[in-house]
């Protein structure tokens, strides 16, 4: 396989994870690559495709009391409710 064959076979793979909902352990194991291996290409995917494709839409005006505040790497804080499914969705964006 050449190296541009393994990088678009690997964005696939990042592709369908993001579609997936698990977690990159999970997903791995079940695809049967290393987690080093994904791990490198996910990184490089960040920076060739940048931070606008983890954008999720949030519906809510204001976060209720209560609220849990995300912070990520790049500095970008979120304060959202205590809505599981909102948070692990937004979670999984890193």
């Not at 690997?10 to 999970?26: A, H, N, T």
């Not at 987690?35 to 060739?48: A, D, M, Q, V």
């Amino acid at each position: 396989m050449s190296k541009e064959e393994k990088r678009i076979y690997m964005q696939s793979l990042i592709s369908d994870w993001r579609e997936s909902g698990k977690i990159k352990k999970q997903y791995c194991v079940e695809k049967g690559i290393s987690l080093s291996t994904f791990y490198y290409w996910f990184s490089r995917s960040k920076s060739i495709l940048g931070y606008t494709e983890g954008f999720v839409e949030i519906d809510r005006a204001k976060p209720e009391s209560g609220a849990v505040e995300i912070i990520y790497p790049n500095g970008v804080r979120l304060k959202v409710g205590t809505d599981l499914a909102l948070l692990s969705q937004l979670i999984r964006l890193y």
